[in-house]
């Protein structure tokens, strides 16, 4: 049976939390560090880390044989040398939907009420009661889901509820919809369900299929005024030619809290767009409470079934 002999646990946890962990992994020995504050010498003894450390620290990872990432992503993870090649790589996806669904939700909800301008109007002293006009509304609403996930769902449940169509694009179609879409289409089919989206919101990971799918022919077949919402990878996106079309008016909002390139440059053109809202890849990380507490679930949960020598969750293929 696999045994965990030193545990190092590089998330922001309560003494409560550790007390699962460390009970969890079979009670080995244990360094709780806080993000960041890893050490070389704290990489190198551990056999299991639970939580991220930089990249570059895990060339020091000469015992490691196990690594639940605390983070959905883990693309910096899954490059050559990285890791040693027999440790076993796991994330937390399904931890995050709440909260990066809800931040993109109210990203496009302000987009749609423009309340975005009047905030811009209240920073400025001199034009305060303006009337900015027409506005859209979440009820009747076409929603098109790329990237049907658990942060997609959350999304599709939020939209759903507000009384918008929510259109699911999968893959792989499945058996039989998921209660929060009212139709599910295959992403082969994407050319033709764009025209008809009010909004497009994408949570796709990054992979050679992805990057740069959003680009200027993605754009020209939006429906125009359409909003944009991208809470997956910046790197989905063609930036320069997003400036574009928010500027021509062809999209008619972006809501985004990640971008390409990542952080934005402060002298970037989409900082002057005034239909884009653009947040600094925060949607998730521990801003939501919930989140690290569904992050310690799953680690509690993968600790177990490690011990137990059973599969694990949210295993990587590297």
């Not at 002999?5 to 550790?18: G, I, M, Q, R």
């Not at 880390?49 to 044989?65: D, F, K, M, Q, T």
């Not at 009010?198 to 949570?203: G, L, N, P, Q, T």
């Not at 030619?241 to 390139?261: F, I, M, R, Y």
Request: glycine share 8%; charged share 20%; proline share 8%.
């Amino acid at each position: 049976m696999p045994k965990i002999d030193n545990l190092l646990v590089v998330l922001p946890v309560c003494p409560a939390h550790v007390e699962r962990l460390h009970a969890a992994a079979g009670s080995p020995s244990i360094a709780v560090r806080a993000p960041g504050e890893a050490t070389p010498e704290d990489v190198r003894t551990a056999d299991v880390i639970v939580g991220n450390v930089p990249p570059a620290l895990l060339a020091h990872a000469g015992s490691l044989r196990w690594m639940q990432l605390s983070s959905a992503g883990y693309d910096a993870y899954v490059r050559p040398g990285v890791l040693p090649e027999d440790a076993l790589l796991t994330c937390s996806v399904g931890a995050y939907g709440q909260a990066v669904s809800e931040h993109l939700a109210v990203m496009v909800l302000m987009l749609q009420k423009k309340l975005h301008l009047y905030r811009d109007d209240q920073r400025d002293g001199a034009a305060r009661w303006s009337d900015h006009g027409v506005v859209a509304s979440p009820a009747g609403a076409q929603v098109l889901v790329l990237g049907t996930g658990n942060i997609g769902a959350h999304f599709a449940t939020f939209f759903h509820a507000l009384g918008a169509h929510v259109t699911g694009a999968f893959h792989h179609l499945p058996a039989q919809a998921p209660a929060c879409y009212d139709e599910v289409r295959s992403f082969d089919e994407l050319e033709h369900l764009l025209p008809m989206a009010d909004v497009v919101a994408a949570f796709l990971p990054s992979t050679p299929e992805t990057r740069g799918l959003v680009d200027a022919d993605f754009l020209a077949r939006m429906r125009p005024g359409a909003i944009l919402a991208n809470g997956g990878r910046g790197d989905l996106v063609d930036t320069d030619a997003l400036v574009e079309a928010l500027e021509s008016g062809q999209v008619g909002g972006a809501a985004l809290d990640v971008t390409n390139p990542e952080p934005l440059p402060t002298d970037h053109p989409l900082w002057n767009c005034e239909n884009a809202l653009v947040t600094p890849h925060v949607s998730g990380f521990w801003h939501l409470p919930v989140t690290l507490e569904n992050v310690v679930d799953i680690c509690e949960d993968n600790q177990r079934r490690y011990v137990a020598d059973e599969p694990l969750r949210n295993l990587v293929s590297r």
